[in-house]
């Protein structure tokens, strides 16, 4: 079964530094999307991305996150400038479909700490 | 914006059928209601989508009344790896994207 793979699961890093988090969505899905969880909270919306551009941003999304789609398979999440409150479990998403017609296949996640 | 309600948490023992109602009193026409199964420190898990009516897969049956204005997850017979959180979700479309907004969940705990 396809699968939506993401990497790295764990990482650890210091406050301030860049972090890009890689996903590689299943490979005829067309949206993408970024959520986070803080630990114990709920699942947050970031990003959605569509043909090559942000179709819709939370207010979480800020001028420090950015999302790309280098090549054919990964799409990213880039954090500039990392601060404590971005540790977080963050997960990657795709769906062949608009919402309403169709599911959203997650990753297993990346777990960002920040210290 | 459609704003979902239900339990927080719910218990249950094996072999039992749980329901899982939840609210949604502001719906839009267009909008579907999907539910999600999430364990700890993984992604959320697709289990049933649907409009009106009812619908039924393989897991999970999915009941919505003619209003739409809520809708209940009915896991047949479940067992201790049901054990999990259960999100209902309502399309939002919002500036014409496709986010989903999670609200808290109903955590389920099923026992022996």
């Known amino acids: 079964e396809p699968e939506v793979t993401q990497t790295p699961s764990h990482q650890v890093t210091q406050m301030g530094q860049e972090v890009i988090l890689r996903c590689v969505p299943i490979?005829?899905?067309?949206?993408f999307y970024w959520y986070r969880q803080i630990l114990g909270q709920k699942v947050e919306f970031l990003v959605s991305?569509?043909?090559?551009?942000?179709?819709?941003k939370s207010e979480i999304f800020d001028d420090q996150f950015s999302v790309e789609r280098p090549d054919g398979s990964n799409f990213t999440l880039k954090i500039r400038s990392t601060k404590l409150e971005d540790s977080a479990m963050y997960f990657c998403?795709?769906?062949?479909?608009?919402?309403?017609?169709?599911?959203?296949?997650f990753g297993e996640g990346s777990r960002l700490t920040v210290l | 914006l459609a704003k979902t309600t239900q339990p927080i948490s719910m218990d249950s023992y094996e072999g039992q059928e749980v329901n899982i109602t939840c609210s949604h009193n502001?719906?839009?026409?267009?909008?579907?209601i999907t539910w999600y199964q999430q364990f700890p420190s993984q992604g959320p898990r697709f289990i049933i989508q649907?409009?009106?009516t009812k619908v039924t897969n393989e897991v999970a049956s999915l009941f919505i009344p003619a209003d739409r204005k809520s809708s209940t997850l009915s896991l047949p017979r479940v067992s201790l790896s049901d054990t999990a959180v259960y999100y209902c979700?309502?399309?939002?479309?919002?500036?014409?994207?496709?986010?989903?907004?999670f609200g808290t969940g109903t955590q389920l705990k099923v026992e022996l």
């Open positions: 998403a795709s769906t062949l479909k608009v919402y309403n017609t169709g599911e959203l296949f």
């Open positions: 490979s005829n899905h067309l949206y």
């Open positions: 991305f569509y043909n090559n551009e942000i179709s819709e």
């Open positions: 502001n719906i839009a026409t267009n909008d579907y």
């Open positions: 649907g409009y009106k």
């Open positions: 979700l309502v399309g939002d479309q919002a500036g014409g994207g496709n986010k989903l907004t």
